[in-house]
């Protein structure tokens, strides 16, 4: 595809105190060989450097659009707002503490547009820890999702035994949109359930090269994360169950036929959860 050919592509960077990892972020994002893409940084209401840093690269590359939210409007929300000031054919999601290869876009937007029936395109990825220069290569960081259908992907993604890394895939933003018109649903393991939705609905295709690096916080997932708030909530696993089963039944994106599909699965799912659930019922299971 010629540059003046490529199609645009809008990467998403909601950031809340980006801290020392953001400038490696924006640094692998900017030097991606495919050229027409926008960048649209979301900060929402940071308290460290990380105004300074986005204006100073918004200066230097125009590509790149910087708002700042003047309070804390949340994760989800903010996710909302870079996807919603997008105008790209494509669009990805951009963690701020991540890398890409300088091939990463280019490679997932071939993968789309050789691959029509396809809505997401994802690569291999390996894991960082911080204080360590080695890359792990886990089970989690290959998967082979391209010739699966709705069903086996569903039940792949709904296991959480896969990561559920395409989040942070290639996007045709149009079914996105669509897909993230409720935002994410409140409770743990959102994204689960999130990506679950899309399974039922779309296609995912799989890029067999490690073009991404994920950072992995060592924090445990309580106190680095917004989902930590929902675990200290009264019965989080069965506030779960109940809502990915409502989740999908009522979605707008996943075809009625489809619908059907959900129950059996969800079973399964609460059935691995059963101690847990009476635990938080009861108390006394151990």
């Known amino acids: 595809m010629m540059p003046n050919q490529e199609k645009l592509v809008s990467v998403g960077l909601p950031v809340r105190n980006g801290g020392s990892l953001f400038k490696g972020a924006l640094d692998a994002l900017l030097s991606q060989t495919y050229r027409n893409i926008e960048f649209i940084i979301s900060d929402n209401a940071s308290e460290d450097d990380t105004p300074s840093l986005s204006q100073s690269y918004a200066e230097k590359d125009k590509r790149l659009k910087y708002f700042r939210q003047k309070e804390n409007i949340g994760f989800a929300r903010n996710w909302a707002f870079v996807l919603n000031e997008a105008r790209g054919e494509y669009f990805m999601w951009a963690a701020h503490d991540d890398w890409w290869d300088p091939a990463?876009?280019?490679?997932?937007?071939?993968a789309l547009e050789?691959?029509?029936?396809?809505?997401?395109?994802?690569?291999?990825f390996k894991?960082?820890?911080?204080?360590?220069?080695?890359?792990?290569?886990?089970?989690?960081?290959?998967?082979?999702?391209?010739?699966?259908?709705?069903?086996?992907?569903?039940?792949?993604?709904?296991?959480?035994?896969?990561?559920?890394?395409?989040?942070?895939?290639?996007?045709?933003?149009?079914?996105?949109?669509?897909?993230?018109?409720?935002?994410?649903?409140?409770?743990?393991?959102?994204?689960?359930?999130?990506?679950?939705?899309?399974?039922?609905?779309?296609?995912?295709?799989?890029?067999?090269?490690?073009?991404?690096?994920?950072?992995?916080?060592?924090?445990?997932?309580?106190?680095?994360?917004?989902?930590?708030?929902?675990?200290?909530?009264?019965?989080?696993?069965?506030?779960?169950?109940?809502?990915?089963?409502?989740?999908?039944?009522t979605s707008g994106v996943i075809p009625f036929r489809r619908k059907l599909l959900v129950?059996?699965?969800?079973?399964?799912?609460?059935?691995?959860?059963?101690?847990?659930?009476?635990k938080e019922w009861f108390g006394f299971i151990k």
């Open 127 to 249: 894991v960082s820890r911080p204080g360590s220069e080695e890359l792990e290569d886990t089970p989690l960081g290959e998967h082979d999702f391209t010739a699966l259908s709705n069903s086996q992907l569903y039940k792949t993604m709904l296991s959480a035994k896969d990561n559920p890394i395409f989040e942070y895939g290639l996007w045709r933003r149009k079914f996105l949109l669509k897909l993230f018109s409720r935002l994410k649903p409140r409770c743990i393991e959102d994204t689960v359930i999130l990506m679950s939705e899309a399974a039922l609905a779309v296609r995912f295709y799989s890029v067999k090269e490690f073009l991404h690096v994920k950072y992995r916080d060592p924090r445990p997932l309580r106190e680095r994360h917004y989902l930590g708030d929902y675990y200290k909530k009264p019965f989080p696993y069965t506030k779960f169950i109940w809502t990915g089963l409502r989740w999908h039944l």
């Open 104 to 110: 990463f876009v280019g490679k997932m937007v071939k």
């Open 114 to 124: 050789e691959n029509p029936n396809h809505v997401v395109a994802m690569s291999h």
């Open 263 to 278: 129950l059996r699965p969800w079973l399964g799912k609460a059935w691995f959860y059963k101690r847990k659930i009476l």
